[in-house]
């Protein structure tokens, strides 16, 4: 079996150095800017349902249409836009993002705000794998890990300063307020991608078909499904972190923007872990942050009622997130080296998907009446099912079945299937990830493209 080819993106007027900061200045803006959106709704929520009459569960589902947009547009929008250039792109993804968050501000029923959210969250997936290949192809090759790194910055950012500052202004000036500061951010986005990200043009073959066939190697698939499924932990927490800490923690609504900081907080440290961790495994990592997640969600859901180990609790929930999103994200770049744009993008739309189905299942159990500490034991469950998936991904690495025949074993019933792939998560049953070759960059921690 040949390796797959790696895709070429030339600059066509190639900027000074002043000039490539400036461009990776302008697409991390669009990171902050969509990051922003993604995780605002979260502290919003209590006064986007006072104002318009909605119970809380059901505004988790505005937070779920806008992660299903971000699961329809990323593999959508990548494929269908694969031979566009990448600035005319950039600019189209950032400007429609500006206008669906507008009309989530100026939406006047809950079922025009849903609308609004789905809409908004079409560009997202999109955008973040074009940002991070047009980054990639603005410096040298032992710099692109550092060009991506500062393009996923914009993200990290938002969850300490946009978030927070959403949040805020959802509570001084009325919900439509922290839509309005996405808005303000697109604007700004679009002006400065216009001026500062040059033209490029692809070489090396542009195929839509080679990036979609791509995403049916096992590996590839895997890692998506276990995204899919075990962020959806996360999700079903944070998605209705607001209430949680005023009804069950018994803190002030002045303070969730604090906690949201400190959410974002635990993100840039996870993100900062990632590096040296994946230097040494990028499948250790993966399981290990994993396993640590899912005992934080427990941890969540025994003692959510006490403030400060509630405010802990999110603090970590960021921290794993950021740390199991790198490292999925890595094992992606490295089993699909031919099709980044859509693979990049697709890691978006399976956190995302998993944003979607943890908002809903959250919902439904506040809904049935366990309380705000039940979505953390349904994310208890989501995030061992994605352990599982990631567990089985290990093993057939590790066995070779995704390149030859799997030996004929005799049935086996799901007990025994489920054991035989948590056996992969045992620290003794890992083998190291092969060196890198000598001389070579790990880039490995720009690659938080995305928690979303």
Known sequence: MSAPRTAVLEVIDPPG?????????????????????????????????????????????????YALGVVVGAPLITALAA??????????????????????????SLDLLYAARFLSGLP???????????????????????????????????????????????GALGWRAGYGLVVVIGVLTVAALAVWVPRTRSEGGVSVAREVRALGRPQVALTLT????GFGGMFAVYTFVSPTLTELSGLDLSVVPWVLAIYGVGMTLGSLLAGPLLDRSVGRTAVGAGVVSAATLAFFGLFAHLPVAAVLGVFAIGALGALFSTALQMRLLREAKDAPSLTAAMNHAAFNFANAVGAFLGGAVITAGWGYRAPAWVGVGLALAGLLVLGHAVRRQREGTDATPAPVRAPAGWTSRALGSLVVLLPEALTPEPAAPRGARPATTGLLLGAS
């Open 17 to 65: 150095r002043a000039g490539t900061r400036l461009a990776l200045f302008a697409l991390a803006l669009g990171g902050f800017g969509v990051g922003t959106t993604e995780f605002a709704s979260m502290g919003l929520i209590p006064f986007i349902a006072e104002d318009l009459g909605a119970s809380i569960p059901s505004l988790g589902h505005a937070i779920s249409l």
């Open 83 to 108: 031979r566009l250039e990448r600035k005319t792109l950039l600019l189209g993804l950032m400007g429609a993002f500006t206008a669906g968050n507008a009309f989530s501000a100026a939406a006047p």
């Open 124 to 170: 997202h997936g999109a955008y973040f794998g074009v940002a991070a290949v047009v980054a990639s192809s603005l410096v040298p090759r032992e710099r692109r890990g550092t060009a991506v790194a500062r393009v996923a910055l914009g993200l990290t950012v938002a969850n300490i300063v946009g978030v927070p500052l959403a949040a805020a202004l959802g």
């Open 226 to 229: 276990a995204g899919a499924v």
